[in-house]
């Protein structure tokens, strides 16, 4: 082979093998690049995976409590509706209509006018639907007191039928000595006794009302308190029942 010849294979051998050098370096650059790429993509993906986990946890804590609100807010509503409920049956059971209302304003005219509670219940407690009753029989006798163990201090009805008496504790003067006659103002006790010894005591602050049935005879009792030491008796006799 001429030297011509053959130094012009051994420069086409280099340009080959510089070629074969140069793309080898681009390969190496390419993925040398595609390879940072690709990490720089894998850590972008981290990155964002872990704010989107954050985002999520973040937003499930909030999902938490707004459902806790919500449950709350239920919770509330049902007990006002409960309440609500309450309120307006109370209302309908305790605010008076229709002529229950009527005489409750006049019940209040009659108190704001001055008359004593206790006489205004005692005339509405002795309001009794009409029955056949004889006429009231009214009489008063004198309780006994440690100082007062005489005198007329029973009374009769019904020819006898039945028998009323009592006792009461003593008033005090002014200048706090014992009298002999009853202080109303403190309980007193009173004894209705029937043919046969059968007894029935009621006690307290008079006015007080009694009643006792006798064979087909109710007698309803009302006492009161009368001039100084007395009580007044009325007695109603109605057929029973």
Not at 183 to 194: G, W
Request: one cysteine or more; charged letters at 25%.
């Amino acid at each position: 082979m001429s030297l011509g010849r053959y130094d012009y294979e051994r420069r086409y051998r280099r340009r080959v093998w510089a070629g074969f050098g140069k793309f080898g370096l681009l390969a190496v650059l390419v993925l040398g690049v595609a390879l940072f790429a690709y990490q720089m993509g894998i850590e972008q993906l981290k990155g964002r995976d872990v704010t989107l986990r954050e985002e999520n946890a973040a937003l499930s804590r909030q999902k938490a409590e707004l459902e806790l609100l919500a449950s709350q807010m239920q919770h509330a509503a049902r007990t006002a509706e409960a309440r609500s409920s309450e309120l307006e049956a109370r209302l309908q059971r305790e605010v008076p209509t229709g002529e229950l209302a009527k005489l409750s304003g006049l019940v209040a005219e009659r108190l704001k006018g001055g008359m004593d509670p206790n006489r205004l219940a005692f005339v509405i407690t002795q309001a009794q639907p009409p029955r056949n009753c004889q006429q009231p029989e009214n009489k008063r006798f004198t309780l006994t007191t440690p100082l007062l163990k005489s005198g007329n201090r029973a009374v009769g009805f019904g020819n006898g039928t039945v028998t009323v008496n009592g006792e009461g504790q003593s008033a005090r003067n002014a200048q706090g000595a014992v009298e002999s006659w009853f202080d109303p103002a403190q309980p007193v006790t009173i004894k209705v006794t029937s043919i046969g010894g059968k007894e029935s005591v009621v006690t307290g602050v008079l006015p007080l009302h009694h009643a006792v049935v006798v064979d087909s005879t109710e007698y309803r009792f009302t006492f009161t308190a009368g001039p100084r030491s007395f009580v007044e008796v009325t007695a109603d006799r109605c057929p029973f029942p």
